[in-house]
């Protein structure tokens, strides 16, 4: 049964007179002590500081406002490295639990979801069948059970920690699993010292989610919709001077029990070049002095801001995207300042790694930041999301300036498909950038997303098929469509062949005792039904198979396609372990044809290039039938008559080339 979005109880205003708001909880600030504590709850990803915490403490410290970070994420996990390190090998908490469970967000916040936020009088196993029925292992639902019940003496000291700091406001990010994680131990704050102002903000705060948070658990006395940096210095100077809270855009906070909510604006977005350069001393300090930093320091990855929004989303926003819910316009900072950026933060951290949260590169980087790099002489490694639609040569100087992975949207080799996704990209754009990654040693992380509203069965047999070919390049993940909110899936399901039947069932779990239109204004995930009844994972078992044998046999099967050149002839050593063993010798002609298709071509203009170097004996039908050869040994992917050569090339350095 679909369940309708209660309307909020609360009171939406524009520009109340800032006479008649009350005045904030606050405290005179201590002398020599920050007044303003910035709190990063797990589930951050142990190897990055938190970009959040550090623009905001640089943007405090830009409006003379003292503050201090914790990242209690690292707290945390050395927590419970240290509480378990007496136990069996198989009882200790490793890194590697952390992680497992910051991968699967859920968790995370029901681990947390203890009391005075939840009582324990809940029984624990109806939320392990329900994890088990999504195919979770049983030892992550074991440790998840563990961590749990290590949780209250962790709040306890933290409680102590912050309380001994005296501040008088506390700050939260939150994002995915760090809502429980932030609610529950500010309750137990906000108990200990009512004085102290709570700030909520983040991502789980965007829209209405900000707005149900701020409603349901009055000890939240302020929380910050869309971006922080436009309103917390203002709204923190007041709390500190105990003035009045001024309606800033986007902010819900309280007059007597009523939730105050500031519409958002779409214009309510700040300018990149604005921004200060985030401060992340604290996280370097204190993953040095833990227990466990020592074995991940050298996965430690700095997170860089040069861009917010997507271009592409302004354009045509994907329909399952449910990212930059309130900040869609798209804006980047200058190439020499995300230069300076990067040079500066490596230099004060020792750090050469950096992972962009950028949800799409600018592409007018090509001509600016990335040749910066490039020719820096610095060996940094960096992270990018993308489009798939770049060409080679930006792929190279890509990876020239020392992007090493990145994350190009692929979501599916199916073009149908993907036209209903409004990605703007063809899988055979797809293909390429597969393929030019693993020639320029470029990592690829990507997903086959399946069960979009409409989507063609019978692609999923194509998919498999092609896929067979490609056992040689990275492999993707294959999951589910989620419905997100934000998406347009979500904002108008009813257009698009679905229906929305509530929250996900985990938000049961983790938020007990809020009814289910409360959950729908806190749920950022929801389960839905196709309108036609189809059920995606009864057509998608050919895709699943190829992919499972794919990621088993990475290891031999990566770069398992090479081609090498000899005077007027080439070779091509096919190893792929899902095919037959084959070795290929091509006459110069052929491997002037192959060749050819390195950036996907067509018979008639490989036909034209050949009678342009003199070759004329053959006709576009030959060009035609030798491809067609090719195609079938699966040594090239075809599409729309454009055919797009398959194999590596052995032993060049391409990418310095």
């Not at 409680?159 to 429980?180: E, K, R, S, Y």
């Not at 977005?269 to 300090?285: G, K, R, S």
């Not at 990605?423 to 797809?430: E, I, L, M, S, Y």
């Amino acid at each position: 049964m679909l369940v309708k979005k209660a309307a909020a109880a609360r009171l939406s205003i524009r520009s109340p007179s800032p006479d008649s708001l009350p005045r904030p909880l606050s405290r005179d600030a201590r002398p020599g002590a920050a007044s303003v504590l910035l709190v990063a709850m797990p589930w951050a990803r142990l190897e990055h500081p938190s970009i959040q915490l550090g623009l905001l403490q640089a943007v405090l410290a830009r409006a003379e406002i003292p503050s201090e970070v914790r990242s209690l994420y690292l707290t945390f996990m050395d927590f419970l490295a240290s509480s378990t390190a007496g136990r069996p090998e198989a009882e200790q908490i490793t890194v590697a639990d952390y992680a497992a469970i910051a991968s699967q967000y859920f968790i995370g916040d029901w681990i947390f979801s203890v009391p005075p936020f939840n009582d324990y009088r809940q029984p624990e196993e109806p939320y392990f069948e329900y994890l088990r029925a999504k195919g979770t292992a049983e030892r992550l639902i074991e440790k998840a059970a563990q961590i749990r019940h290590l949780v209250p003496a962790f709040l306890e000291r933290t409680v102590a920690d912050i309380l001994a700091a005296t501040p008088a406001i506390v700050g939260f990010t939150t994002t995915f699993g760090q809502n429980v994680p932030s609610l529950v131990l500010s309750k137990l704050l906000k108990a200990r010292d009512p004085s102290l102002v709570v700030v909520l903000g983040g991502a789980n705060c965007d829209g209405e989610m900000g707005a149900a948070l701020h409603r349901l658990y009055p000890w939240v006395d302020i929380v910050v919709r869309g971006e922080g940096e436009r309103v917390v210095p203002e709204l923190f100077a007041d709390l500190l001077l105990g003035g009045p809270i001024r309606p800033h855009p986007g902010l819900c906070y309280r007059q007597g029990d009523q939730s105050l909510v500031i519409d958002l604006p779409p214009e309510s977005t700040v300018a990149m070049n604005e921004l200060p350069m985030p401060q992340y001393d604290e996280y370097f300090e204190g993953i040095r002095n833990t227990s466990f930093g020592s074995s991940i320091i050298h996965t430690v990855s700095i997170p860089f801001e040069s861009a917010r929004g997507c271009w592409w989303g302004a354009k045509a926003h994907c329909t399952f995207c449910g990212l930059n819910g309130s900040t869609m316009a798209f804006r980047s900072k200058s190439s020499e300042r995300a230069a300076a950026e990067l040079f500066t933060l490596s230099r004060r951290h020792q750090c050469l790694s950096f992972q962009a949260v950028d949800n799409i590169l600018d592409m007018r980087y090509f001509g600016g930041l990335l040749p910066l790099l490039r020719d820096s002489g610095y060996d940094f490694k960096l992270f990018y999301e993308t489009k798939s639609n770049l060409r080679k040569e930006q792929l190279r100087i890509l990876r020239q300036a020392g992007v090493a992975d990145v994350q190009p949207g692929i979501e599916s080799l199916s073009t149908p498909i993907l036209k209903m996704m409004r990605k703007g990209v063809t899988a055979f754009q797809n293909i390429c950038i597969l393929k030019w990654c693993a020639d320029l040693d470029i990592r690829v992380f990507w997903n086959v997303i399946y069960g979009f509203p409409g989507e063609p069965i019978e692609e999923y047999g194509r998919m498999a098929d092609v896929m067979k070919s490609l056992s040689h390049l990275e492999p993707p993940s294959l999951i589910p469509l989620g419905l997100e909110r934000f998406s347009p899936y979500h904002e108008n399901p009813d257009a698009f062949g679905l229906e929305i039947t509530g929250p996900l069932p985990h938000y049961r779990f983790i938020y007990p005792a809020e009814t289910e239109a409360d959950l729908c204004s806190l749920a950022y995930s929801f389960a839905y039904r196709h309108a036609d009844g189809r059920r995606p994972e009864t057509y998608v078992q050919p895709v699943k198979e190829v992919i499972d044998e794919w990621r088993e046999r990475y290891a031999v099967g990566f770069g398992s396609l090479r081609y090498r050149l000899g005077p007027g002839f080439m070779v091509i050593n096919d190893r792929r372990p899902n095919l037959e063993t084959c070795d290929y010798r091509l006459g110069e002609r052929e491997a002037r044809i192959y060749l050819a298709c390195d950036e996907g071509s067509t018979a008639a203009s490989i036909w034209s290039g050949l009678q342009a170097a003199g070759d004329t004996d053959l006709t576009t039908q030959d060009v035609e039938d030798f491809l067609g050869l090719l195609a079938q040994s699966r040594l090239v992917y075809e599409e729309g008559g454009r055919y797009l050569s398959l194999a590596l090339r052995a032993g060049a350095n391409v990418a310095a080339s």
